[in-house]
């Protein structure tokens, strides 16, 4: 049996990687940091009884930040396989918060890659490493933007990844890790978190349908993103860790959509006219925007055998529904129906 750590699997791209390795008969463990709630939702379904010997998912309390906490997790785990997707990873925010933002993303990754490299020489174990990389490195790089596009960041979030995909390269050549980059475009799905446009504008829409809602709130709409599905984007992780020799990936669709094309497909998905709901605020705007996204995936395709196969009229479909199932338990909630749920 396999074994791999997730760094950040609570996650919407870390709860599909466990879901997707658990089906493969990976024992797994994962990294949560320690807090007064409950945050595990989107693993919830996939814990059972951790005292079962039956359990092969395991979560261990540590923090990205804090390099002890990570050589002793490793140490529990024993991993063949470690994927760091741990990071403060919203993007505006890390125009409001560019410390935290660079300290969880670089700083993260180098103290994640110094205990992979010091456990390897300690214990003669080789764990493959895989380092989430972003599409926002490439900034205003134009499209379409492949493993050879130069760096062209455009917000702290995407220095840090530059620093840390950098890192990753670096302690491959340097010190001989099987370490890759997975330079990821946009992927969605529910599980994304409320405040990414994607998710903001399927959550949105369902409950302007309901009544639960009167207006949507947002940024620039006239960017363009290569948007892929996210459960389809963590098999991409796997096959790179699967390879003979260690190599930096781009994964993406290859078509680039606005994002008011996104939310146009929406809204029309519910039967509404955008613009009679939707008010532009400054809030929300970026100091320093990208404008265009695109990847050319094509050698992750001819070496991995990777396809996608979620196109963005699905994707739209898969989000639009599920947010607007939970929008009508979100009314049950509030119209009297929930006492008949209780009792």
Not at 334 to 341: P, S
């Amino acid at each position: 049996m396999k074994t791999a750590l997730i760094l950040g699997i609570t996650g919407q791209d870390g709860s599909y990687l466990a879901e997707l390795l658990l089906d493969k008969g990976y024992a797994v463990h994962g990294l949560i940091r320690r807090s007064s709630s409950f945050n595990t939702a989107r693993i919830d379904h996939l814990l059972s009884d951790p005292q079962s010997p039956e359990s092969r998912l395991h979560l261990h309390y540590g923090d990205i930040l804090d390099p002890a906490s990570i050589r002793r997790v490793i140490d529990l785990a024993a991993p063949d396989e470690v994927y760091n997707l741990a990071a403060q990873s919203h993007v505006r925010v890390s125009f409001d918060e560019p410390v935290y933002t660079v300290e969880t993303v670089a700083l993260g990754a180098l103290n994640v890659l110094e205990a992979v490299r010091s456990y390897r020489d300690t214990t003669g174990r080789e764990p493959r490493f895989y380092q989430a990389s972003s599409s926002e490195m490439f900034g205003d790089s134009p499209p379409p933007q492949s493993e050879s596009t130069p760096f062209r960041p455009r917000s702290p979030y995407a220095c840090a990844k530059v620093q840390a995909f950098w890192q990753t390269v670096n302690y491959r050549e340097a010190y001989g890790l099987f370490a890759c980059n997975g330079i990821l475009f946009n992927h969605e799905s529910p599980r994304r978190g409320e405040t990414f446009i994607t998710r903001k504008v399927t959550r949105a829409a369902a409950r302007i349908k309901l009544g639960l809602q009167e207006r949507l709130y947002h940024g620039n709409l006239g960017t363009s993103r290569d948007w892929g599905y996210a459960p389809e984007y963590v098999d991409a992780m796997w096959r790179m860790l699967q390879q003979s020799k260690p190599d930096d990936y781009v994964v993406a669709t290859g078509q680039s959509r606005t994002i008011a094309e996104f939310v146009y497909a929406v809204f029309s998905w519910h039967g509404l006219e955008w613009p009679d709901y939707c008010v532009p605020d400054k809030r929300y705007l970026r100091p320093t925007e990208v404008d265009s996204l695109c990847g050319d995936a094509s050698k992750a395709m001819g070496m991995l055998g990777w396809r996608p196969l979620i196109g963005f009229d699905e994707l739209v479909k898969i989000m639009a529904e599920a947010d607007y199932q939970l929008a009508e338990r979100e009314l049950s909630l509030t119209d009297g129906k929930a006492e008949c749920i209780i009792s």
